[in-house]
């Protein structure tokens, strides 16, 4: 039976092609401008690590300004300070754990084709890359002994690796950063979380940095961080000592709890942190410790900008205008098919048998509009693209992946199912004798 109302149905749209493909052209022009919105915040909000959002946690600790909290209402510090993160390091509480910041150095290659650049280097330690799946194509991240004998070892992206060595295996290579040599450990195969969880400071969209090396190196190097860096009171004293000894905040850490225990558990160990270094002078704010899943880190970091949210609104109020055009149009169709849908009923076509058969019908409209909505939101895509070309990123927020495809599709199928509804409710109560004795 479906064989045959499709075939009805592709005849009603052959014989009203103008009508017909208006009303394509009114769902795919909706859907388009609907899902260039939906896509880009799909992408804005898409969490990277979701298969383990409930293992790794965002720490915070308040050592704020007493007067004052870092964020209304209560929020504590984005970050903690070096006494804290290494302190909770090394206690060593957590299954993994990692404190990392983002730093400026000048790599040397050894073409002397390549000028020398200055590039961003992540300082972190050695459970970064098992606690975030950072895959590998060639070697492997340093170990905990690497970090406590503050070995000269990095890790490079795989775009890094290309531009200096080629592609090739770099492993075991020499790289000259300031002046130092650091032994190439590894080399990632493609990897770009977006957002990027890990550090949602500055641009939580911009590629994660292309080099990696010890956080213990970076400060004993004296590394500066060229992060965010917040301080509710200045430094003691001049000089790097007496900045790692103070109350300002510029280290991300996060740790991996594989169970609800050990996440209690630290909770606890935080707890009992704070309250002792209470005791030592320090924490004057009221205890507000926080472990933040991935998902709620970026959600409490408001990763996706407000002016996407008002747009995607915008958006479905357009596509509900293309749907009641729609509606206009699909009325108008019923009222041309008067005769057809009365002499039909007269030879014994029952309201369920019609209703069938128009819905059949607007599902068919509706896949054509979804097919096409698909290419108008690739449009929609490429038009945002180019406005915002100057922004490094934005080629990664305007993909469109197969969710987004079939979302497109079952979406304009839905919509014109919806849409179809009253009229043809309106076609299923045509009186037969009443339009039969007119004609």
Partial sequence: ????????????????????????AAIAVGIGACMTMVTVRHVMADNPIAHKNDRLFHVQVDNWNPNNPYREPNEPPE?????????????GRAHRQVISFKSDRVVQPDDDEILPFQEEVRATSADFFAMFDVPFKYGSGWDAAADRAEERVTVLSAAMNDRLYGGEDSTGRMLMMNNEPY?????????????????????????????????????????????????????????????????????????????????????????????????????????NNRLSTPEEWMINQEVVDDMVSVLLALSALFLLVCLLNTIGLLLAKVIRRRNDISLRRALGASKAELFRQYIVEAGMIGGAGGLA??????????????VFSEYDFIEHLVTMDWQMVGLAVLLAIVSSLGAALYPTWRACRVSPATTLRIQ
């Fill in 373 to 386: 909505g698909i290419g108008m939101t690739w449009l929609g895509l490429r038009g945002i693209e180019n």
């Fill in 183 to 287: 032994r190439v450990a590894g080399v990632l195969d493609d990897w770009r979380p977006t957002p990027k969880f890990f550090d949602l400071n500055n641009n939580p969209y911009e590629d994660p940095e292309d080099i990696y090396t010890p956080f213990s190196v970076a400060v004993t190097g004296e590394w500066g961080s060229s992060g965010n860096n917040s301080c509710w009171k200045s430094p003691e004293e001049a000089g790097y000592a007496s900045y790692l000894a103070s109350e300002c905040i510029w280290i991300q850490m996060w740790v991996e709890l594989p169970t609800q225990a050990d996440k209690e558990a630290y909770e606890q160990f935080l707890a009992d942190y704070v309250t002792e270094q209470k005791e030592l002078g320090r924490f004057p704010r009221p205890l």
């Fill in 79 to 91: 970050q903690v300070t070096y006494l804290d993160a290494t302190r909770l390091l090394e206690a």
């Fill in 1 to 24: 039976m479906l064989r045959y109302y499709l075939k009805l149905g592709f005849l009603s749209i052959r014989a009203n092609p103008a009508l017909s493909l208006l009303m394509v």
